[in-house]
């Protein structure tokens, strides 16, 4: 009981934050999701990059996530133009160049994992701004729209697993998460696919595209944040640990609850631009 006061509590706490970040102004979500992309992606280098001797690498590819991330920001409130984007170069050249003066025995694993944390972590917290700017403007219901989904999923995924997934009959990938099950994958798309009809319905100005559209948003949400969830269970399971943090009490760090995301909300933005579907 007491392990749930403490999960609904900080979850609450949690919630209220990011929506605030997310409906006041836009520089609160550039700051909110700015903080909250190098405190995840502090995580994954303590699981990926343990030794001292790696430090430089980790403060080098934080350095290069939190420009990317800003760069990205101010181009799409038009602020800066794409020419600033070559300043990303001096900090991945950089990158490479320190490594010739530490000691370490591998440096091939201390630069292929500080670039990997970029691509795994940065890249797609940075691409959050693609969904909340057009032309400078800040619209932020797509992506409240894809978080919803996302709850909706873990929610669904979650009961359904508990009720119909028990008994280890149908494991959704053993190998990484014993607990998963296909029943809880199929409750999770089942309720997602529910509260994305419900969200046309009653506020269709969230998600402001055709059906059609919106269901294979929803399916895009379904298998990429399940994969995204693996993914992180995998890392996790090959650094032996449980969380990847102790930031929010009852839920662990960051990762754990944006794993999902950072799979999912690049591909529907992908899906998004491929289509030329818009979204505004």
């Known amino acids: 009981m007491n392990n749930f006061i403490t999960r609904t509590v900080s979850g609450t706490i ?32 303590a699981m ?3 030794d001292r001797r790696a430090l430089p690498a980790k403060i080098i590819g934080c350095l290069t ?11 799409n409130m038009l602020l800066i133009d794409r020419r600033w984007f070559a300043l990303l170069i001096v900090p991945l ?8 003066y530490l000691s370490a025995q591998k440096p091939f694993d201390n630069i292929a994992r500080a670039l990997g944390g970029i691509i795994y972590v940065a890249l797609p917290f940075s691409l959050f701004s693609e969904l909340v700017f057009v032309e400078g403007n800040y619209r ?11 709850w909706c999923n873990d929610v669904g995924a979650y009961c359904f697993g508990m009720l119909f997934g028990r008994g280890g009959k149908h494991k959704l990938f053993e190998r990484i998460s014993p607990k998963k099950s296909w029943e809880g994958f199929a409750g ?8 994305t009809f419900v969200i046309r319905i009653y506020s269709p100005e969230w998600l402001p595209v ?13 298998v990429m944040a399940t ?6 269970s995998m890392f996790k399971r090959s650094a032996g640990i449980k969380d990847s943090g102790q930031i929010m009490p009852g839920h662990g760090g960051i990762l754990d609850r944006f794993d999902g995301a950072l799979l999912a909300f690049p591909c529907a933005l992908a899906y998004l631009k491929i289509f030329n579907i818009e979204y505004f």
């Open 14 to 45: 949690f919630l209220g934050i990011l929506l605030a970040a997310l409906i006041f102004h836009p520089v609160g979500f550039g700051a909110a999701f700015l903080l909250i992309m190098t405190v995840g992606l502090c995580e994954l280098y």
């Open 48 to 50: 990926t990059l343990p």
């Open 65 to 75: 996530a939190i420009s990317l991330f800003l760069l990205i920001f101010l181009n």
């Open 93 to 100: 050249m950089a990158l490479f160049v320190v490594e010739l």
């Open 140 to 150: 932020y219901g797509i992506l409240l729209t894809l978080f919803v989904m996302l």
């Open 188 to 195: 999770g798309a089942v309720f997602l696919m529910a509260a």
């Open 210 to 222: 055709p059906a059609v559209h919106a269901c294979a948003l929803a399916a895009i949400v379904t």
């Open 227 to 232: 994969f995204g969830d693996l993914v992180e």
